[in-house]
T-cell receptor, first 112, second 109 residues
Framework: EADIYQTPRYLVIGTGKKITLECSQT?????MYWYQQDPGMELHLIHY???????EKGDLSSESTVSRIRTEHFPLTLESARPSHTSQYLC???????????FGSGTQLSVL | TQLLEQSPQFLSIQEGENLTVYCNSS?????LQWYRQEPGEGPVLLVT?????EVKKLKRLTFQFGDARKDSSLHITAAQPGDTGLYLC?????????FGKGTHLIIQP
């Protein structure tokens, strides 16, 4: 079973608030990813990391930022949430590039 | 940019029927993965194929990688309601994984 955890599962928040979505994995994986997925739509890669102190922007432009201070932790932050940020955010990790991705259960974010 | 096209986008069939969904690209991939995602959850890997022409079976599911490693198919025999979900293919390349848009599959009892 995948040991990757995301919190919170659901978040409803007002416009302008700062939020941090948490993602932790206990598998010792170097590679971690954040995907954004609208209901029933494809996954868009917004951030990824190849290890501690490594962060890169993905294919889809995002106003969010990430950090990777510890191997197991890859939080995503939105400084000022807007309704356009409403979406599902999925965190994933893998041991090797192009190897199996382990996904968390996601955070469903709604910005009012 | 490598693109993966999945078809059909939506498929609704009766329990017990067979079905095939497709994942096509003009690009060559080093590997091809299939994931299944249920509502409100993250995708879960079903299989990885790496060799052109490779066929893998997972109970009632049969996965095939095209000879040229540009396409793949997923065939389900005697579909069950538990097969309902979003099926995503993902191709591996130098820049990591590229996901298709998925096929929404509904199996009606």
């Amino acid at each position: 079973e995948a040991d990757i955890y995301q919190t919170p599962r659901y978040l409803v928040i007002g416009t302008g608030k700062k939020i941090t979505l948490e993602c932790s994995q206990t598998m010792g994986h170097d590679k971690m990813y954040w995907y954004q997925q609208d209901p029933g739509m494809e996954l868009h890669l917004i951030h990824y990391s190849y290890g501690v102190n490594s962060t890169e922007k993905g294919d889809l432009s995002s106003e969010s930022t990430v950090s990777r201070i510890r191997t197991e932790h890859f939080p995503l932050t939105l400084e000022s949430a807007r309704p356009s940020h409403t979406s599902q955010y999925l965190c994933a990790s893998s041991g090797v590039t192009n190897e199996k991705l382990f996904f968390g259960s996601g955070t469903q974010l709604s910005v009012l | 940019t490598q693109l993966l096209e999945q078809s059909p986008q939506f498929l609704s069939i009766q329990e017990g029927e067979n079905l095939t969904v497709y994942c096509n690209s003009s690009s060559v991939f080093s590997s091809l993965q299939w994931y299944r995602q249920e509502p409100g959850e993250g995708p879960v890997l079903l299989v990885t194929v790496v060799t052109g022409g490779e066929v893998k079976k997972l109970k009632r599911l049969t996965f095939q990688f095209g000879d040229a490693r540009k396409d793949s198919s997923l065939h389900i025999t005697a579909a069950q309601p538990g097969d309902t979900g979003l099926y995503l293919c993902a191709g591996g390349g130098a820049d990591g994984l590229t996901f298709g848009k998925g096929t929404h599959l509904i199996i009606q009892p």
